[in-house]
């Protein structure tokens, strides 16, 4: 039930659309770059050669980061933004948009990250937050941002700071799809509750849940975010990606999913086709043939409470 | 005028084409409001040849011109466009991705190139203006929009420039591929393909029109090591016969006098393919 996103929606700041907001700076053109992501995939990828397999697979964008999430569970340690030098890169082998992960908190590394040109900062749980209490405030910078969410009031907290566009958390590095699966219900179930409250129930649930009024009105009365909202983490299969699609999401995020399969090239295209054609059974059932193994994974329900990366922000 | 019914799809493989059907539908009531026009507008999305075939004219989005066009040929809709475009030669718009699909020649493309449409004898530069961080919104009086009843004439439109492309120059109209073009480094072109019947061949006779400008903006940074050329004005809406381009999103606005503009331009052509199909 893909709801409509209308070209008149605001992040609550009064920062609106076009009306007067000439400029670098204005909400619609950090909300418009990820309107034009929709029905897309954004892959991750650790290097330049990996980012060309992603963009002749038809992703719209690609993640740059030094590990991707599988390997940092792996590997453990502090995870952090990666070498500039690393994400320019990439940047000059691909001419799809290149994005870049920060620390939550980090607003030195959203600032290294901008003065690269990267096109959109990822504030995410998959590096190691920086700041226990504080996420960054988004607005100011030029570049936009996307975060994670897991409900409906975690996703208006991001956008009242800035984000132009969100994402399900799921969990990362996992290839299980039931966290992503979970937050996007959860979002979904929350703003269906929304819609039917008065007034004053409005303001009280904004307090339950912890975001701006506005804003929660305003999503109430779209019956949907008032930004671009993609599915992440635990993506790895076409028919994952269909499933969220289904749920509603606008576009797809696929980390260790790809380059962490038997055959990245045909799982990628395969996935990118399943986007495109995500009510098409037929079509799902034709791509979703012999595209090798999938990654391991790991099952979500046999992981300790210490090991979700999802319960990092708030 | 008389009713007449016509089906405009937007091309829904990825990308903005959501906002486009409900810019077309404020566009509609608009046309029917100011009493232009009784034509009963069908609004599709359009994913594959068979929802294709239905349509009188056609939209391409904004988007990522990169995946849009490599769906297009795994989806089996590459060679359906450019018979609707340059065969048929029906109204087709293409913004920003869109522009870059309609262009007879482009640059910048990734590495491998790309596949083109085609239809506009124009070359297009990708990422003209650099990338998001360059990204910008500018208010700019559309000339060729005039009065409307809610708006005077030269009434800014709000343009929403996002990693967009410019047209470069405007290309001379060949007989077949652009050879000059396709013989330059890293640049690629479209096939050629001959209009269906004489109705089509009219509109390919048509000249590139140039419909709005920009001041050219220094760019912050060079991220693509490509020189730039320095230029007084950017070339940001052509028009040639069918085919009309914009960089720019008019999709992502409330404005919708472009897709007013451009649905009476598209109920000229179905009255002249209807006239044409009668004698």
Known sequence: MATQLPTRTTNGNGQNSNDSQDGENSFAVKAGLARMLKGGVIMDVVNAEQARIAEEAGAVAVMALERVPADIRAQGGVARMSDPSMIKEIMEAVTIPVMAKARIGHFVECQILEALGVDY???????????????????????????????????????????????????????????????????????????????????????????????LKETAGLGRLPVVNFAAGGVATPADAALMMQLGCDGVFVGSGIFKSGNPEKRARAIVQAVTHFRDPKVLMEISQGLGEAMVGINCGDMGEGERLAKRGW | ??????????????????????????????????????????????????????????????GESTAISLVAARSGLLEPLRHFVKVLRKPTWGTCAGLILLAEAANRTKKDGQDLIGGLDVRVIRNHFGRQTESFQQSLPLSFLGSTPEKASGTPFPCVFIRAPVVESILPHKKGIQTEEASKEDMVVAPSKAPVDELAKEELKAQVEVLAKIASRGRGRDNFNNTVIPREEDIIAVKQGNVFGTSFHPELTEDPRIHVWWLTDVLKAVERRKRYKSC
């Open chain 2, 1 to 62: 005028m008389s009713a007449t019914g016509a089906t405009v799809g937007v091309l829904a493989l990825q990308g903005a084409f959501d906002e486009h059907l409900q810019l077309l539908h404020q566009a509609a009531t608009a046309l029917t409001e100011r009493g232009v026009s009784n034509t009963k507008w069908i609004f599709i999305e359009v994913r594959t040849p068979e929802e294709l075939a239905k349509c009188d004219a056609l939209i391409l989005p904004g």
């Open chain 1, 121 to 215: 900062i990822d504030e995410s749980e998959v590096l190691t937050p920086a700041d226990a209490t504080h996420h960054v405030s988004k607005s100011p910078f030029r570049c936009p941002f996307v975060c994670g969410c897991r409900n409906l009031g975690e996703a208006l907290r991001r956008i009242s700071e800035g984000a132009a566009m969100i994402r399900t958390k799921g969990e990362a590095g996992t290839g299980d799809v039931i966290e992503a699966v979970r937050h996007m219900r959860t979002v979904n179930s929350e703003i269906a509750k929304a819609k039917g409250m008065s007034e004053e129930e409005l303001r009280v649930y904004a307090k339950e849940i912890g975001c701006d009024y506005g804003l």
